[in-house]
C-alpha cells in the first residue's frame, strides 16, 4: 500500500456538504462519538437507490434489482477495502456494532465458550462490548475478568498477563474508549491474547471513522463497527471476521438468503457472507455506507486524524483555563478526538442543557460505560467529541458556553 | 423559553422544604440510574393531611426544582390529593416543556412521592413513563 500524498481537510468546503450547519450561527455538534452527521454526497447515494432502481437483491432476475444488488456489493468492497481485509466476503453486514458484537457472542460464543472459560474485558468497555459477555457467561459459566484502567486513563497493562492465561478464550476489547478517547495498545493486547490461544474481538465503532484502521496489521479476529459514526446512515454496521472462524461458525438469525437449500427438517447454509445476512437487509443503508466510506477516504483519514487531533489540543487548552473544571482521560496526543469533563457544582445535565440553549450540542450521562463511571467515581460526565466538519470556532464555542453556565448556576453561591 | 430560568434556577439554588424529618409517617427515596438524580421525600400526616414535608438528594435542576414546587404544592393537601397529581400537573409548575429525557428528571420527585405515599408494592405506576 502506498501512502497517499498528505494534504490538509478543507473544512470549509466539507462543511458545504452538511446543510444542517447552514444556520446563524451554525450549530456546533460535539456529539459525534454517539453518532455523526451525513453529508450531502450520501444521501443523495441512498436517493438514487429510492428514486431509480428500489428493488430487492440477490434473487430479483430484473435490471434494477441487479442493479441494487451490484451497488449493495460494491459498498462491502469498499469496506473490505477501507479495513484492508483480505477477501470482501469476510465483512458481514449487520445493523451496528451491537449487533456485530452479539453475533459473536452468540454464534461464536455458544460454539467454543465452555463452563471454567475465561473471557478479558477492559473495564472502559461500552456496554455493546460487555453485555453480550455477560450474557454469553451466563449462558456457559463462564467468566468475566477485567483489565483496569490507571488514574491516567489508559489500560493497566502490567495486570495482562497476570489475566491471560491458558483459561482465557477470547479477549474482548475497544480500540478507542467512547468515554476517555484512549487509544488502546490492542496490537500488543492482541499478540499477548495469541500466545495463549485466545480470539480477539476489537470493538472499532470508535477507531475506524477516525483513523486507519488495517485488520491484517492488527491480526484481531473479529472487528466491529457502525456506519453512523463515521458519516453513513443508521442500521448499517460491519462484523469482520478471519475467514476459518466465519466459515466454522454457525448461523446467528435463520430466514431468507442464508440458506442453500431448505427441507421440512434441516437446511444447509449459503456461503460468506449471505449465511450470516438473514432477511432482506438494510439496501439503502448499505449503499450509503459505501458512500460514507468514499466520503471519509477522499477527505483522507490521516489529514482527519491530524484535523481532529489539533481540535482536541486545542480544547484541552481552552477548557483547562476554566476554574473548577475536571478532565478525565490521558492527554491529547494518547487519545481519539473525545474530552469528557465536569464542572465543580453543575450537574452534567445542566450543563449539557444551557450549552444546548446556545446552539451547542454535547453529550452528558453515564456514556454507556457505567463500570467505567464508577471506576472514575462519577455518577456522569460531559462529552464533547470531534469529527472532520468541527472548527477551531465550534471549540472556541464550546469554552464560553461553560464560562456562561459557570456564571449562571453559580452566580449566588459565593 | 429556556429551561434555565429565574424561577427554576431560583428552587434550585434555595429549595423550599429541604432536608429530612426525624419521625416522618412515609419515608421514600428513588434514583434514576440513568443520570444519578436521587431523591428522598419525607412525610408527617396528621388526620389524612400532609402537615409536613422534606426533600433532600442530589440532581440537576429539572430534578431539583421540580421536587421543590412539588412539595410546595403538596403541603397541607390530603394524602388522597397528592396521590392524584399527575405528570401533567408537574408540567404546568415547571411551566416549561421538556424533551423526553429531561421529563425523567422532572418527574423523578412525583415518583418518590406516589411510590412512598401508595406504599410501594401498591402503587399501580405511572403511565407515559
Redo the contacts between chains.
Sequence with gaps: MHTPQFRPLDVEAIREDFPIFATTPPLAFLDNAASTQTPRPVVEAMDAYYDTYRSNIHRGIYRISEEATEQHELAREKVARLINAPRTRQVIFTRNTTESINLVAYSWGSENIREGDEIVLTIMEHHSNLVPWQLLAQRTGAKLRFLEVTDEGLLDFTQLRDLLTEKTKLVAIGHVSNVLGSINPIQSIIVEAHTVGAKVVVDAAQSVPHFQVDVQQLDCDFLAFSGHKMCGPTGIGVLYGKSELLEEMPPFLGGGSMIRSVDRDVSSYAELPAKFEAGTPSIAEAIGLGHAVDYITQANLAALQVHEQELLKYAHQRLEQIEGITLYGPAPHQKAGVISFNMEGI????VA??LD?HGIAVR???HCAQPLMKRLDV??TVRASFYLYNTIEDVDRLYEGLCRAQK??TR??A | M???QEEL?DHY?NPSNYGTLPNPHISHEEDNP????RIRIDLIIEDDIIKEVRFSGH????SQAAASMLTEEIEGKTLAEAKQLTKDDILDMIGIPLGP??LK?ALLALKVLKAGAYGIHAWPGEEDE
Design positions: 450537574h452534567p445535565h445542566d442543557g444551557i440553549t452528558a450521562g453515564h455518577i456522569a449562571l448556576m449566588r453561591k | 429556556n429551561i434555565y434556577l439554588e440513568l443520570c444519578g438524580d440532581g440537576c435542576t429539572i429525557v429531561r428528571c
